[in-house]
């Protein structure tokens, strides 16, 4: 009986796919300088196996008079927090097309869960420091990750196969078509991309609140 057991689990073990896969990613501009803050999603093809994971949440904290940080990735379905490490109060809020809100953050003070139920980004403000900004993404896909200082990121633990991928930045021209482009993932052979994004000039600072999509 013990033998059968040891079989059968064997055999579900061999048929299950394995998730160690890994995509390395860079992303630059026209010039090769690399771009921090740029959001890299992978969508499985046909017959490629998705992993699943149940919903997250994540925090945007504020701290001296700035958002921290400055892009927040988000599944469909998880939930984002804002929380004001200041010792003044902030007054978060975004008109976005994608979820519109808003919070009176006394210092110390944390947000209720704001669960992101529809893909799409938003811009979000503070109603009293027109200097701060952040962005919410929030993507159907199953994987994603965000570039550091360097413009890098990777993606680790992914079945084999092959996928396509998306890139985003706050900073891209609005209306524009996303860049795309496949990859294939093996086991032990780590894939790569890379993207070239062309981006409009950094609009954290003074802004014009009828012109920067709150």
């Not at 200082?149 to 998306?166: E, F, N, P, T, V």
């Not at 900073?171 to 093996?186: M, S």
Request: aromatic fraction near 8%; proline fraction near 8%.
């Amino acid at each position: 009986m013990r033998c059968l057991f040891a079989i059968a689990t064997l055999s579900m073990l061999s048929a299950a796919p394995a998730f160690a896969g890994r995509v390395a990613i860079e992303v630059v501009d026209a010039a090769g300088k690399p771009i921090p803050d740029a959001v890299v999603t992978l969508a499985p093809n046909p017959g490629t196996p998705a992993r699943s994971g149940a919903a997250a949440t994540h925090f945007v904290d504020q701290k001296d008079e700035t958002f921290i940080p400055y892009v927040t990735a988000l599944r469909v379905g998880d939930s984002v927090v804002f929380r004001n490490s200041d010792i003044t109060r902030h007054h978060v809020y975004s008109f976005s097309a994608l979820q519109k809100f808003e919070y009176m953050l006394a210092p110390g003070e944390s947000s209720a869960p704001l669960v992101m139920n529809n893909p799409g980004n938003a811009a979000v403000g503070c109603n009293i420091h027109d200097h701060m900004l952040t962005y919410l993404y929030v993507t159907k896909d199953p994987e994603m990750a965000v570039t550091d200082a360097k413009g890098r990121a990777s993606i680790d633990g992914l079945a084999a196969g092959g996928y396509k991928a998306h890139a985003w930045h706050p900073q891209l021209r609005p209306g524009i078509t996303l860049p795309i482009q496949g990859v294939t993932v093996a086991e032990g052979a780590p894939a790569t991309l890379r993207f070239v994004l062309a981006l409009l000039p950094n609009p954290r600072g003074p802004m014009d609140r009828e012109h920067i999509g709150y």
